[in-house]
């Protein structure tokens, strides 16, 4: 019975070895992750159970409750308490535990087998071992405890020297002294109090060593501390295996000692640090040097003087953010401490649902452990796939509108980049300074935890936003909610009054400043159009900025804006339009002036001198546009504003494509006669529409919102692919072609694509037709005739009932049966409308939209009380079709972006890190493998046979544990260095072996046993429930 027990021991602990292996694999992945979790829990399970129904070497039955029922109740306890933010501290505690467990079971061990009577090389092996256990154990514990203190602030963060590098020679000879007190312990096998004397001596260097290793290395590099004890508390419980002959606690700690070594690797990798620098306190010694010595990426000098900041309010942020296009967030630990992650992932929302594209990224240093903004992000519903790391990040930066830094310091340092003197000298940063506009989140402009002064907060594109960062970006949030607010009260002005012309006294002439420049309001006399150029509401504001404004009586008539609400904002009326033209120096329309009226030609109405803004569409209204320049009149083209974050509040087009796309969308859905949302009634079960969208621009996006919103299942095509991520984050599918090439010009929009890419495009829509029942393409080329997309096989291939909406009929349609202002039936029933008024149909929402373009662009060309269209402006200029008597269409061709007033210096090239290309084999790969050939062959005389099939295990755990470590996403570093701080806890098989029953609980090995057994308990409960925890954060 004995036997086969012990082969069920031994095949358990096989088992309990695979499974902490899988635990560790399932890291790899978010999805597996949870699942890894449980075979962990599972594995330590087996391992408990193993060892406690193994009665020849476990006797202490009440003893182990006594010592697992609290141990588990306070690891449990602390772990569903800990807040996220204090992650760091309670990884370096559980650390500390293991290590302590460690140190006790060693000395326990020591105690419990007692005298021996004489030398062999197996005990020799076996004193090795202890003393090493020992040794590693309490370099572990305090090294842990010191690290704690230091996260929690208990401890300065700054690093303690003693005599400079000679505290190099101090590690060094207290090490020499504990290999010494070996070498002693083991020539003396039948001393057993001068034995136990050297082993508690060789305990108390060591926690001398580990407190001073982990004392002298500076706070920039704590990340790499915390995962290097983490391998510390992994080799010494296997050096606690290799003592007891315990297979499982060998596998696992090397399984958690190349965990830890490989990520404090890859930290070092990140920090462009020396590994064994790091660990023999090499860094964070030197005093940093002062910044304003410091020059590249921007850095000031010392002749520059006092430097200040530019500090933004949070209506600033808000305001920047809904200009801009491309926004870039990086979160550091103040974010984590202020606990405002939760605000930061409301306004990503936020911006997202504004169809912006929004992003994280994450240093591999940034907080206080690997991933532990992962952690943070994923807790406050941030999806992962926005989340990336600093690689991926660092080469869009550049075009970046807008980057936000939340609460970090040192990791967008350019002094890492700059100043070799610094302790973060090559370090790689987040180049958040490359961005268009930096925002910086800090409570106060002190250092970060490197205690190095950070020149970014002084470049000309920094902005700073002072202030705790939950309470500062909840105010940016109320901002933003604001925007929200004013874009709904624009859409309800067609209905209420606005507070501008309702609940105020009411404004008199003579309470306005003088009139500079009278602006004309004719009433439209395009067929179908029912908006006007600028609203009752826009006029007042327009009249307090010193606009005086004559409308044609009857202008906002059909935008539910009568002549009455234009008296109120004194505005004069006129009955006959050729009044308007004869006082007004601007003249302010939505389409262009009409040639062809029997009653008269609007372009014949104009004079020398004027300006027209409206719509114009210079390329295929040359004659008009000739015509007019004839004239002396000058032309701004509402259609030709360009796309740069400074233009974007006078983007009509993209204004008005909003709208388009939403009525595309409610038309659709009359015609197709059906619920869009999926039904299950009595009568039976009815499925969803299908929509499929081709084109996302403004447009588009504004389908796919509103189709997602009334039920439908939405598909989406586009030849950007930038604009992926906008079509999933308003609900829809993005359906790829089958071809590798992209269509965006340097402006966002789409250009002429390759044959190839049409033949590809082809063949997506005759599979996409049969299995949609709406399609609405929305596909335009700025200039020229819209692509023909939908062709007359593909509406064949359509069920009966199934529509097509085109809203590229107004240049030519993208369906090959449009009729450009018809909507007709196809012989196999399908509704194609082609109707080119879908915004002049919202009209009062569309005028109040417009007018607000205008109102800026009229704000642009206000020069401190003159109407001036300044040219040089690069706005105005692309807007200009012709001005003094001069066609300035087709526009210059603009840049990609507009550069900063001040061109930021680039850092040095010798300063920037780089990695090497791959090498071969190298002298020193050479010398290593000697020296591990010669290790092995002396232990062919030196060591007994069990220690080699212990050995062979050791070795083969570190190889599997280095493959799979490597294979776990960053984002998971921090439950990765949790789970495994779970599984080290096998060092409870040691203590369990040291217990006995309650009769013998005061010997001193027993007590050794019990607390060691206590401390691993709290461990794993700790580790595996935090784990847990973090993992259930994890979302799509």
Known sequence: MGASFQNVTGISYVAVSILFILSLAGLASQKKAKGGNVLGMVGMSIALGATFLDGEHFSGYGTFWLCVIPGGSVGFYVASRVAMTSMPELVACLHSFVGLAAVFVGVANYLREGPLEAFSSTQAV??????????????????????????AGHIRSAPLILGGWFRHVINAGSCGGCALMMVAYMMMPTAFHARLWLLLLNAGVAFFVGWHLI??????DMPVVISMLNSYSGWATAASGFMLNNDAMIVTGALVGSSGAILSYIMCEAMNRHFVSVILGGFGGETAAPVAASKGAGGATASEGPREVTAWTAKDVSDALVAAKDIVIVPGYGLAVARGQHAVASITEMLRKMGKRVRFAIHPVAGRLPGHMNVLLAKANVPYDIVLEMDEINPDLPETDVAIVVGANDIVNPVALTDPTSPIAGMPIIE????????????????????????????ENTRMLF??????????LGELSKHKVEVREVAAAATEKTALMAGQAEVRAEDLPQVFCVLGIPKEVTKDERMVSITPQTALALRKKGFGIVVQSGAGA???????????????????VRDVYKNAQVICKVQPPDRTLPEGAEASLFRSGQTLISFFYPAKNSALLAELNKKGVTVLAMDMVPRITRAQKLDALSSLSNLAGYRAVIEASHAFGRVFTGQITAAGKMPPATVFIIGCGVAGLAAIGTAKNLGAVVRAFDTRRSVKDQIVSMGGEFVPVDIDEDAEDANGYAKPISAAFIEAEMRLFERMCPQSDIVITTAAIPGRRAPILIKENMVRSMRPGSVVVDLAAGTGGNCELTRPGESIKSPNDVTIIGETDFVSRMGPQASQLYSQNMLNLLDMLNDHGKFVVNTKEQV???MTCCKDGTVTYPPPKMAVSAAPAKKKPEPPKAAVHEKKGEEGYTRRTYVYLGSLLAFLVSMIFFVPNTFITHFMDFVLAIIVGYHVIWSVTPALHTPLMSVTNAISGIIVVGGMLCLTPFAQLMTPYALLGACATTLATINICGGFFVTYRMLLMFHD
Do not use: W
Not at 467 to 476: L, N, P, T
Not at 558 to 576: N, Q
């Open 126 to 151: 076996q004193d090795v071992e202890t003393f090493l256990g020992v040794f590693i154990g309490a370099i572990t514990f305090t090294g842990s405890i010191v690290a704690f203190g230091k996260l």
């Open 215 to 220: 004392m002298a290395i500076g706070g920039a």
């Open 432 to 459: 958040t300074f490359k961005a268009k506009t930096c925002i910086v989140n800090k409570r106060t402009m002190a250092s970060g935890y490197a205690g190095v002064d950070n020149p970014l907060f002084y470049y």
């Open 467 to 476: 202030g705790d960062s939950k309470k500062a970006f909840e105010e940016v």
């Open 558 to 576: 059909l935008s539910a804006a009568p002549d009455s609400e234009y008296e109120k904002a004194l505005c004069h009326i006129v009955p006959d």
């Open 876 to 878: 105005v200029e692309q």
